[in-house]
C-alpha cells in the first residue's frame, strides 16, 4: 500500500489540476488525496477521482523490476468506479459495452 500511495502521489505531482484517487487495501476501497496524504471511505463530492488500470509487467531485462504500465481515467461517478483493483487479470470494461445483468431465470444456478 506504501508503495502505491508513494507512485501515486509521484505521478499526481505532475498533473496541473489536482484530484482524488481511487485506492485499495485488500478488497477495501477508498480515495486519497496526494495533495494532503489523507484517505477517505466518502467519495469526493467535487471533480471525480482518477482510476488506475495497471497493466504493469515484469520487465525481463532486470531482476525483480517492474515496466509501469498506467491507463489513468477520470470517473466523475462513485457508481462508475470499479469495485476491485484494475490490471491485466481484471480489465476496465467500457460502460458502453458491460454485459447486461441476467434475470433470475438466466442465472445457471
Not at 495497471?54 to 498506467?70: M, N, T
Not at 484494475?86 to 431465470?105: F, G, I
Amino acid at each position: 500500500l506504501g508503495r502505491d500511495l508513494a507512485m501515486i502521489s509521484a505521478a499526481a505531482a505532475t498533473l496541473q489540476e489536482q484530484c482524488w484517487w481511487v485506492c485499495f487495501a485488500d478488497h477495501h476501497r477508498f480515495w486519497f488525496d496526494p495533495t494532503s496524504f489523507k484517505v477517505s471511505p466518502i467519495f469526493p463530492r467535487s471533480g471525480g477521482v482518477l482510476e488506475i488500470a495497471d497493466y504493469s509487467k515484469a520487465d525481463l531485462h532486470s531482476e525483480g523490476q517492474r515496466c509501469l504500465d498506467w491507463e489513468v481515467c477520470l470517473v466523475v461517478s462513485e457508481h462508475d468506479v470499479s469495485l476491485k483493483r484494475l490490471c491485466l487479470h481484471n480489465p476496465r470494461v467500457p460502460s458502453t459495452t458491460r454485459p447486461r445483468e441476467l434475470t433470475l431465470e438466466e442465472f445457471p444456478y
